[in-house]
């Protein structure tokens, strides 16, 4: 339902007018516009409260209205609404306390702006945290979240490293969620949509300052070469500070793209770059035939470098479809199958070559494994798992054959996969067809209790829905 002059005027009266921001504005276009661009509604307004009581005056009003709305906590922005997006940009709080080594982030914060400050005010520390830069807190924490830290210390939301947080609900009342465990449990993979986060208490741990990462590319003729390198890697590695994501690379991709078609790692060894260039860590990967090293000894605050670049040059500029799925497995001709696959896409439509990619995450065995029940998260996931990640799309200045992408990607996911099940989506993306409670298996009844309970006529309604139910 459009926003009427009552609304608008009811608005002005609760914020400020710096709080309000309409198109045509850069504050606007920095606040609502989504990474892809097929997910942007194009919202009337964009409310961007500066303190918790305009905030919690916001979400009364939105909450007891009938207008579209989405919150967005400023990083990747995949929530979008055809009324009004809230932005929790003016949400970036940053406070670490050694005595409990533990760090209180504003949900509005960037991963890339939580490393620099780590590096300034707690040398020494580090947190389980997003792997890019421009993904924001609240919205890695709600799905779960990976880390580069993960192999050691599990995914963000795990009750070692999401400790509490704090949430404005739909009556404009503010909690911790640690006043009603149940709802801190649903905040640990279960999408967020029982209220509006605003803050999260998160551990920190004595990290080294730096560690070995970066890219190692090779040519097109040692596909075989690193498919079969990159599954002997995850059979034969224990340590639970290396990482291997594999990608694929194309000379005209906006993403993921080199000089030459290819293949390419990106490792993290959080022992060292010395280390990384060992046979105990990394050794094996740069003698696969044809390999270009850009790897080095970085911060995190660097390692952020990488991605800041990624959404200049991609946020907003193309439209596509993108699904992400634990592997159970990586076998010796996955990333072959994969790189047949990214093929096949261009294909059938040359334009996707330019916004289309496939990285397959080869993670060790904590980083879903730290809890030991399926019940003590949210999102399940008390398994050994690895990540495949594929994306279909095309610049803005090609038409995006929108049916198309979402079929070679449900294509892909079944080549490359094989086998996978619609449970064994990650809940990032249980959009387009993905069936939440198959995602959320035994834990989903609780899901929808509490969501009875916190959000009953469903007013948060985006990314995650769980409807609402008083039975299990």
């Not at 710096?18 to 942007?40: F, H, K, Q, R």
């Not at 959080?270 to 080095?296: L, P, R, Y």
């Not at 690895?386 to 892909?412: I, N, S």
Request: charged share 20%.
């Amino acid at each position: 339902m459009p926003l009427t002059s009552a609304d608008k005027d009811q608005i002005h009266r609760m914020l400020d007018p710096e709080e309000i921001l309409s198109p045509g504005s850069e504050e606007y276009i920095a606040s609502s516009t989504c990474w892809v661009a097929n997910m942007d509604r194009k919202p009337e307004l964009v409310l961007q409260p500066r303190s918790l009581e305009a905030l919690q005056r916001a979400i009364e009003f939105l909450c007891g209205s009938s207008l579209d709305f989405a919150v967005r906590s400023t990083g990747v922005g995949s929530s979008s609404a055809g009324d009004v997006i809230v932005s929790l940009s003016e949400f970036n709080a940053f406070s670490f306390n050694p005595d409990e080594e533990t760090v209180l982030l504003g949900a509005g914060q960037k991963w890339g702006n939580v490393y620099r400050r780590l590096e300034d005010e707690a040398p020494g520390y580090a947190v389980v945290g997003a792997r890019q830069a421009y993904v924001s807190v609240a919205g890695t924490i709600l799905t779960g979240g990976l880390s580069w830290l993960s192999g050691e210390f599990g995914l963000i939301s795990d009750p070692a490293n999401l400790l509490d947080a704090h949430l404005v609900l739909s009556s404009g009342k503010s909690i911790w969620a640690s006043q009603d465990p149940d709802l801190l449990w649903a905040l640990r993979g279960g999408g967020g949509n029982f209220g509006v986060v605003t803050a999260a208490k998160i551990k920190a741990r004595p990290y080294p300052h730096s560690f070995g990462a970066g890219v190692i590319l090779y040519p097109q003729s040692s596909l075989e070469m690193a498919s079969n390198a990159l599954a002997d890697f995850v059979h034969r590695s224990t340590d639970p500070r290396t990482v291997c994501h594999a990608f694929l690379v194309r000379p005209d991709a906006s993403l993921l793209y080199a000089a030459e078609k290819g293949v390419g790692f990106f490792i993290f060894d959080g022992h060292g770059d010395d280390h990384a260039h060992s046979k105990d860590g990394f050794g094996w990967a740069f003698d696969i035939g044809g390999a270009i090293d850009m790897t080095s000894q970085i911060t995190f605050s660097q390692l952020s470098g990488f991605s800041d670049s990624d959404e200049k040059r991609v946020k907003g500029k193309t439209s596509a479809a993108m699904a992400a799925a634990i592997l159970f497995d990586i076998d010796p001709g996955m990333l072959t199958r994969a790189s047949n696959w990214l093929d096949g896409v261009i294909e059938a439509y040359p334009a996707l070559e330019e916004g289309s990619f496939a990285i397959i995450e080869a993670l060790q065995k904590n980083s879903f494994h730290t809890t030991k029940t399926a019940e003590e998260t949210a999102w399940p996931h008390a398994y050994t798992g690895h990540v495949l990640q594929l994306g279909v799309g095309t610049p803005l200045r090609h038409p995006f054959p929108e049916q198309l992408a979402w079929d070679l990607v449900r294509k892909g996911m079944d080549e490359i996969a094989r086998g996978m099940t619609a449970g064994d989506y990650l809940p990032s993306f249980v959009e387009r067809g993905v069936e939440t409670e198959k995602v959320y298996k035994g834990n989903f009844g609780r899901l929808a209790m509490l969501k009875a309970k916190y959000d009953p006529t469903v007013r948060f309604n985006k990314g995650v829905v769980i409807q609402p139910s008083t039975l299990i």
